[in-house]
Structure formats: structure tokens, C-alpha cells
């Protein structure tokens, strides 16, 4: 999840334009967790993880 979507629940407005400290903190600690895996959606994720098992189980089985 991006900060763009969420709502303060301090001041009632979006987090990413900061208008009071709580939201300022949340910004840069969601921030910080972008990581190369932070942009993209659960689904995306899930599916990176699917094929990677896939890819795992068609090793195993050629090397069996």
C-alpha cells in the first residue's frame, strides 16, 4: 500500500501531504520501507512467489 491512499486519522487528510507531525512521521517511515519489492501490489507479489515455486519444482523435478 502507498501513503498517497491513506487518511490521517490526526488531522483527516492524506497522508502524503503532511499537514501535521503524525502524518509527517508516517510519510517517512513508509518511505523508508520502500524497498525493491515496495512498489508492487500483493497480487504482483504473489505472483512473483508462484512462479518462483513453479521454477523450483520443475528443477527438482528434471533433476530427480
Not at 14 to 27: D, I, K, L, Q, Y
Request: with cysteine.
Amino acid at each position: 500500500m502507498t501513503y498517497d491512499r491513506l487518511v490521517c486519522a490526526n488531522c483527516a487528510a492524506p497522508v502524503s501531504e503532511g499537514r501535521c507531525p503524525v502524518c509527517r512521521a508516517n510519510r517517512e517511515r513508509m518511505q523508508q520501507q520502500e524497498g525493491p519489492f515496495g512498489g508492487l501490489s500483493p497480487a504482483a507479489l504473489i505472483g512473483v512467489l508462484v512462479v518462483l515455486i513453479a521454477a523450483m519444482a520443475l528443477l527438482a523435478h528434471q533433476t530427480a
